[in-house]
């Protein structure tokens, strides 16, 4: 069974930073992305950044230049570092997986359970 924690949520203020990180663990045959989705306050869970196992990545227009993803294959985790944060990034962030639980088997979507990032003066 694959599992996602995330951590490094919290309170700060608008122009400070955060860094977020996902451990992923349990077995998973193969990961397509890997990356981060937030859902506000009375919103709809929405796509932040996401990284392939090729390597490369997607951001939202929102957060392009500000955002950076990184994964450390090895550990197993995936880091969001965040800068230039602003009231409108609160929201829950989510870590996220899509991958092949299996030979043979379908693309499945995994999600942790969330962290709440605040940004507020």
């Known amino acids: 069974q694959v599992q996602l924690v995330e951590s490094g949520g919290g309170l700060v203020q608008p122009g400070e930073s955060l860094r977020l990180s996902c451990t992923v663990s349990g077995s998973i045959f193969r990961v397509n992305r890997i990356g981060w989705y937030r859902q506000g306050p009375g919103n709809e869970r929405t796509f932040v950044a996401t990284?392939?196992?090729?390597?490369?990545?997607l951001y939202a227009d929102s957060v392009r230049g500000r955002f950076t993803i990184a994964r450390d294959s090895s550990e197993n985790t995936v880091d969001l570092q965040m800068n230039s944060l602003q009231p409108e990034d609160t929201a829950v962030y989510y870590c996220?997986?899509?991958?092949?639980?299996?030979?043979?088997?379908?693309?499945?979507?995994?999600w942790g359970q969330g962290t709440q990032v605040t940004v507020s003066s």
């Open positions: 990284i392939f196992t090729l390597g490369f990545s």
């Open positions: 996220h997986i899509n991958g092949i639980s299996e030979a043979g088997a379908g693309p499945e979507d995994y």
